[in-house]
């Protein structure tokens, strides 16, 4: 019993090496790993949520319906209301110019002053005429009274009362002639004075002064420009004016601010609209036959002069409203041959078409008509991430210069995991 308890105190026990200790204690560690990422237990572990990624988020907007006016832009050009040229109606010599270029003028102002002398001398001479004329019918009035009583006591021969009453009236004659011809020559003295025939603001002296002018023609001298109001021509497809009036004639639109006018805006080379609106005078009673065009007439308020005839400019023409209409940013319409359509994103995000009906342009805007519901929303931007049937998430759209909206703080946690 003593030599078998030596023998087994004798035999000493195997211990592990310190390779084998290393190897154990990383297996460990990689099942630890393991087991926290793998899939979650019934209680919820830490891989909860893990399942995919998440969804896309896409930009949107809400369908609002309301009363839309349908813009229609189109080029014009600005034309002065009224136009006279200043030119001279009697022949002479230019003395004076009592003008300013470039100033406004008044109606019947001064405007240059011809030399009145040959006219002043014509005028007093036919002053004289008159008085002469005159002197004639006092002395022919006052024979044919004495020839009365003398005719009647048949004292004088009835053919020297004849004489004496043809002489009184052709004395009367003589007097209106004269009056006619002082008259003439007052007007031709006036005409001396080049008055302008409109109140505006008048150009550049077309001639200076010492020129002759009035001798073969009469000669032009200026240009009076009335420019406020001014007119503003431009030309609209008659196509769309016959399916704008039947519109209107079906219900389908009203008119724009009352039974016969229409809104009109300017917008300038620079891209500013022009602050005053304007109103529509009248459409042409004919279509080109050429362009298939008509051509319209607006009138636009002037007063401090800041637009100038021969400007081109762009019209922006409210002719009607349509009612329960949509307005919808133009990237969110993808229009083609077959149709109009837009992406509507569901209360599930899911994405779907729809087709819609587009009436017309307003800005950077599409006017629908039909197709979309109050509430719905629809798909502005993010078409490039949609996956198949993936559901998105609809985030507000942020119109381009707009502050974007802070980030979700959801959107950290992909990135914190490891």
Known sequence: MTDTLSAAQAVPLRQP????????????????????CGPTNAQGG??????????????????????????????????ASRVAQVRARA????????FREGS?????????QIDAAPYKASFDSAQAA???????????????ARYKPLIEANAISKQDYVNAEAAQKQAEADVASAKAALQTAKINLGYTT???????????????????????????????????????????????VMKLRQALANGQFKRANGAEAASVRLVQDDGTEYP???????????????????????????????????????????QAQASNAITLPQQAVTRSGQGDVVMVVSPEGKVSPRPVKVATGKGNQWVVLDGLKAGEQVMVDGF???????????????????????????????????
Do not use: C, H
């Open 194 to 240: 080049v008055t302008s025939p409109i109140a505006g603001r008048i150009g550049r002296e077309l001639v200076t002064v010492g020129a002759l002018v009035g001798q073969s023609e009469a000669t032009q001298l200026a240009v009076v420009q009335q420019i406020d109001p001014l007119y503003v021509n431009f030309t609209q497809s008659a196509a769309e």
């Open 384 to 418: 490039q991430k949609l996956r198949g049937d993936a559901p998105v998430k609809a985030v507000p759209w942020q119109a381009p210069g707009t502050k974007a909206p802070a980030a979700a703080p959801a959107a950290a946690a992909p990135a914190a995991k490891s």
């Open 91 to 98: 022949t002479g010599i230019l003395q004076e110019r009592l």
């Open 17 to 36: 090496s310190p390779a084998r200790l290393t190897l154990l204690a990383a297996a460990a560690a990689l099942s630890a790993v393991l087991a926290g």
């Open 104 to 112: 406004d003028v008044k109606a019947g102002q001064p405007l240059f």
């Open 276 to 318: 005053r609106a304007g109103k529509l005078l009248f459409s042409d009673l004919t279509v080109d036959s050429g362009t298939g065009q008509i051509t319209l007439r607006a009138e636009v308020p002037n007063p401090g002069g800041q637009l100038l005839p021969g400007l081109y400019v762009r019209v922006r023409l409210e």
């Open 46 to 79: 830490p891989g909860a949520g893990a399942g995919g990624p998440p969804p896309t988020e896409v930009g949107v907007v809400t369908v609002t319906p309301g009363d839309v006016g349908l813009v229609t832009e189109l080029p014009g050009r600005l034309e």
């Open 130 to 144: 008159v008085a002469k004329a005159e002197a004639n019918l006092m002395q022919t009035s006052a024979q044919l």
